[in-house]
């Protein structure tokens, strides 16, 4: 008989004895007088000698050991504590007689932090986790494991003033301790706000090195400052810093405020007092982050959000609340203008190979030639023409169909479609194009000309809108995102204005065409955007699209935030559900050229926006949810204050800047 571990689980332990061998039948296991009932009689007696240091079965010694965990929280502050319990049964029994280990792992493997012994089969711990921690009970034997509970340390900005009390004129500095999950924040971007009677206002930006960021402050009145991440999803507790009353005589005050010389409609600054300047600076310096109007996906958020393992999926939904990416059906085509009223008065065809031909308007082929001969098209009598070695069509005989010209070329499924694979190329526009058909009109007197291709593939392989070296998530959602944009244009008629439903620059999306499907040598970079492109497309009718309560979304798109988003009524008009502002703090990312930016307001420029001569001082004294300016108010030399409040996008555009995150006017 063979007597070993097997025989008990969970706590109980029994060393192995060697005795004749179990006879195989598994019958005999169970049968009365059995073997296996001599060798439990024996364990049962060993035990009570103390031979054996863990106690005998009970009846239902072969019932599984479990442990059941539970936790009093998933999240915690730094410090905080958090109470595991567990229940230690043996079937449906609580096991007393053992003591079990509480483990946790934050990095590496697990490590036994407490071993506690349960009462009537249950025992509860409290910890106290500094960074976030991963634990489980075990039992001694280590053979059976409770489910891992995870305990997550949220991030945190702890601050200190070095002086919570300054003598007036004087200096503090304010130390923030950035950590993530309890963790030093080894580099990133906080930011110092102080509190005005309109809210929190952003003073200055600084970089966070290895969890330490440095603020000096010199307040003229006592103020209450707190540091946050610069989408304001990690905030300090307030720290404030005191000013001392002046040792000198003040002069006597009748106990009534100062009087406000500014209009009822102006509010007063939000920065606290600094030194005003006596003469009229000749500019001021604007300091901000950012490129874009800040509504709906940030281009470099979703780079750096797709360095970090997010999906398209994620990163739209991120960014366009409550909106998922779904197939969906989608328009076969779309037209795009190349050129029209804002260019010159005759555009040049060519190819680079191949051959091309050009067409009326009810198809009737006028002309063909290849890469050795050029089409001049211009306006002659109101319709377009096209001139050809000097010939000109349609010819002047010609009864048919005059408003319309089509251009096709090789290698299209409009002209020889297993034939040499054709670029065409058209002066005074910014592509080349592989794909479609050009279509030329005259609208208003002035030649337009659209491309005529396929939305899903072949539009969208042109689409100019990213860098094809990013990671591939980045770049389908940037597919998804523009093949959204396109599809709303495309479902609805063409515009009246330029015979299309895009235009080829920023009025639309940026369009190039084979210059962005070919980017790179041997085309490198270009194939990776069209495979992003295709990982996204079912058929010429059937795609992903980003839709929200079923209906398609509106997914305006922008290079970059001041480290979060807006909200759509905020920067423009409209109140929109899926619009909303959210954390953004990926736009930050070092690679960002425009995470920091500075810029110059002119005096001239500052008193036609304030209507007021003599500005000596530019504050922004308001802010939207997003961080982006509300309000503006200017000092004059004789202490006269007016604010303008606009949207956002139009104090971004009456100043001139790049966004409208400003962080400082000095």
Same mark, same amino acid.
């Given at each position: 008989?063979?007597?070993?571990?097997?025989?008990?689980?969970?706590?109980?332990?029994?060393?192995?004895?060697?005795?004749?061998?179990?006879?195989?039948?598994?019958?005999?296991?169970?049968?009365?007088?059995?073997?296996?009932?001599?060798?439990?009689?024996?364990?049962?007696?060993?035990?009570?000698?103390?031979?054996?240091?863990?106690?005998?079965?009970?009846?239902?010694?072969?019932?599984?050991?479990?442990?059941?965990?539970?936790?009093?929280?998933?999240?915690?502050?730094?410090?905080?504590?958090?109470?595991?319990?567990?229940?230690?049964?043996?079937?449906?029994?609580?096991?007393?007689?053992?003591?079990?280990?509480?483990?946790?792992?934050?990095?590496?493997?697990?490590?036994?932090?407490?071993?506690?012994?349960?009462?009537?089969?249950?025992?509860?711990?409290?910890?106290?986790?500094?960074?976030?921690?991963?634990?489980?009970?075990?039992?001694?034997?280590?053979?059976?494991?409770?489910?891992?509970?995870?305990?997550?340390?949220?991030?945190?900005?702890?601050?200190?003033?070095?002086?919570?009390?300054?003598?007036?004129?004087?200096?503090?500095?304010?130390?923030?301790?950035?950590?993530?999950?309890?963790?030093?924040?080894?580099?990133?971007?906080?930011?110092?706000?102080?509190?005005?009677?309109?809210?929190?206002?952003?003073?200055?930006?600084?970089?966070?090195?290895?969890?330490?960021?440095?603020?000096?402050?010199?307040?003229?009145?006592?103020?209450?400052?707190?540091?946050?991440?610069?989408?304001?999803?990690?905030?300090?507790?307030?720290?404030?810093?005191?000013?001392?009353?002046?040792?000198?005589?003040?002069?006597?005050?009748?106990?009534?405020?100062?009087?406000?010389?500014?209009?009822?409609?102006?509010?007063?600054?939000?920065?606290?007092?600094?030194?005003?300047?006596?003469?009229?600076?000749?500019?001021?310096?604007?300091?901000?982050?950012?490129?874009?109007?800040?509504?709906?996906?940030?281009?470099?958020?979703?780079?750096?959000?797709?360095?970090?393992?997010?999906?398209?999926?994620?990163?739209?939904?991120?960014?366009?609340?409550?909106?998922?990416?779904?197939?969906?059906?989608?328009?076969?085509?779309?037209?795009?203008?190349?050129?029209?009223?804002?260019?010159?008065?005759?555009?040049?065809?060519?190819?680079?190979?191949?051959?091309?031909?050009?067409?009326?308007?009810?198809?009737?082929?006028?002309?063909?030639?290849? &890469?050795? /001969?050029?089409? %001049?098209?211009? @306006?002659? $009598?109101?319709?377009? *023409? #096209?001139? +050809?070695?000097? !010939?000109?069509?349609?010819?002047?005989?010609?009864?048919?169909?005059?408003?319309?010209?089509?251009?096709?070329?090789?290698?299209?499924?409009?002209?020889?479609?297993?034939?040499?694979?054709?670029?065409?190329?058209?002066?005074?526009?910014?592509?080349?194009?592989?794909?479609?058909?050009?279509?030329?009109?005259?609208?208003?007197?002035?030649?337009?000309?659209?491309?005529?291709?396929?939305?899903?593939?072949?539009?969208?392989?042109?689409?100019?809108?990213?860098?094809?070296?990013?990671?591939?998530?980045?770049?389908?959602?940037?597919?998804?995102?523009?093949?959204?944009?396109?599809?709303?244009?495309?479902?609805?008629?063409?515009?009246?204005?330029?015979?299309?439903?895009?235009?080829?620059?920023?009025?639309?999306?940026?369009?190039?065409?084979?210059? &962005?499907? /070919?980017?790179? %040598?041997?085309? @490198?970079? $270009?194939?990776?955007? *069209? #495979?992003? +492109?295709?990982? !996204?497309?079912?058929?010429?009718?059937?795609?992903?699209?980003?839709?929200?309560?079923?209906?398609?979304?509106?997914?305006?798109?922008?290079?970059?935030?001041?480290?979060?988003?807006?909200?759509?009524?905020?920067?423009?008009?409209?109140?929109?559900?899926?619009?909303?502002?959210?954390?953004?703090?990926?736009?930050?990312?070092?690679?960002?050229?425009?995470?920091?930016?500075?810029?110059?307001?002119?005096?001239?420029?500052?008193?036609?926006?304030?209507?007021?001569?003599?500005?000596?001082?530019?504050?922004?004294?308001?802010?939207?949810?997003?961080?982006?300016?509300?309000?503006?108010?200017?000092?004059?030399?004789?202490?006269?204050?007016?604010?303008?409040?606009?949207?956002?996008?139009?104090?971004?555009?009456?100043?001139?800047?790049?966004?409208?995150?400003?962080?400082?006017?000095?």
């Amino acid at each position: 008989m063979n007597v070993s571990r097997a025989l008990l689980s969970g706590p109980f332990v029994l060393h192995t004895v060697s005795m004749r061998p179990a006879p195989p039948s598994s019958a005999a296991r169970h049968r009365p007088g059995s073997r296996l009932s001599l060798a439990v009689a024996l364990v049962a007696l060993l035990g009570t000698v103390g031979v054996v240091g863990a106690p005998a079965p009970t009846a239902d010694a072969a019932a599984k050991v479990t442990l059941t965990a539970s936790q009093s929280a998933t999240k915690v502050d730094r410090g905080g504590k958090v109470t595991l319990k567990v229940a230690y049964r043996q079937g449906k029994k609580p096991v007393t007689c053992c003591s079990v280990r509480l483990q946790a792992r934050t990095t590496g493997g697990w490590k036994t932090v407490r071993t506690v012994k349960p009462k009537n089969g249950k025992a509860s711990v409290v910890v106290t986790p500094k960074v976030t921690t991963r634990y489980r009970f075990v039992t001694l034997t280590g053979n059976t494991r409770s489910a891992t509970k995870k305990v997550t340390v949220r991030s945190s900005i702890a601050v200190k003033a070095s002086k919570p009390t300054i003598a007036p004129g004087a200096a503090s500095t304010i130390t923030a301790t950035y950590r993530a999950q309890g963790r030093l924040v080894a580099k990133g971007t906080v930011q110092l706000q102080h509190k005005t009677s309109s809210g929190w206002v952003t003073l200055s930006r600084t970089a966070v090195a290895s969890g330490k960021a440095k603020f000096t402050v010199k307040p003229a009145a006592t103020t209450s400052y707190r540091v946050t991440t610069t989408g304001l999803g990690v905030r300090s507790k307030t720290v404030k810093v005191a000013v001392s009353a002046p040792t000198t005589d003040a002069p006597k005050s009748n106990g009534q405020p100062p009087k406000n010389n500014a209009p009822d409609d102006t509010t007063t600054t939000s920065n606290p007092p600094q030194n005003t300047p006596k003469t009229p600076p000749a500019s001021f310096t604007v300091k901000g982050s950012g490129y874009g109007h800040g509504i709906g996906m940030s281009q470099y958020g979703a780079y750096r959000m797709a360095q970090e393992g997010k999906t398209a999926a994620q990163i739209l939904s991120h960014y366009y609340t409550g909106a998922k990416v779904t197939t969906a059906t989608t328009p076969e085509d779309v037209a795009v203008q190349v050129f029209g009223a804002s260019d010159a008065a005759t555009t040049t065809f060519s190819v680079n190979a191949g051959s091309w031909r050009l067409r009326s308007g009810e198809g009737t082929t006028l002309v063909t030639g290849d &890469k050795s /001969s050029k089409v %001049t098209l211009k @306006v002659v $009598g109101g319709n377009p *023409v #096209a001139v +050809v070695g000097g !010939t000109t069509y349609p010819s002047a005989s010609w009864t048919g169909d005059r408003s319309v010209l089509r251009l096709h070329w090789t290698g299209t499924r409009y002209y020889s479609s297993t034939g040499t694979k054709a670029v065409a190329s058209l002066s005074g526009t910014h592509g080349t194009y592989r794909h479609g058909r050009m279509t030329v009109r005259v609208i208003n007197g002035h030649l337009n000309v659209v491309n005529e291709l396929r939305l899903n593939t072949e539009y969208l392989y042109g689409l100019g809108e990213m860098p094809s070296s990013w990671d591939s998530a980045a770049l389908q959602a940037q597919a998804i995102a523009g093949r959204n944009y396109a599809t709303a244009a495309a479902t609805a008629k063409r515009k009246a204005t330029c015979d299309c439903h895009l235009w080829d620059d920023t009025r639309s999306q940026n369009f190039t065409g084979w210059k &962005k499907e /070919s980017e790179g %040598t041997n085309a @490198v970079w $270009g194939k990776k955007w *069209v #495979a992003a +492109v295709d990982a !996204t497309v079912t058929s010429s009718t059937s795609a992903q699209l980003l839709l929200a309560s079923g209906s398609l979304v509106n997914a305006y798109y922008y290079s970059s935030s001041g480290g979060r988003t807006a909200n759509s009524e905020d920067v423009w008009s409209s109140k929109v559900g899926y619009l909303r502002s959210v954390d953004d703090r990926y736009s930050l990312t070092d690679d960002n050229p425009m995470r920091a930016w500075t810029r110059s307001l002119t005096q001239a420029k500052a008193q036609s926006i304030f209507g007021v001569k003599d500005i000596v001082r530019v504050d922004v004294t308001a802010t939207y949810s997003s961080g982006q300016m509300k309000t503006l108010t200017a000092t004059t030399t004789n202490g006269t204050k007016v604010s303008v409040t606009k949207k956002a996008d139009q104090l971004r555009s009456l100043l001139g800047l790049p966004a409208s995150w400003v962080t400082s006017i000095a």
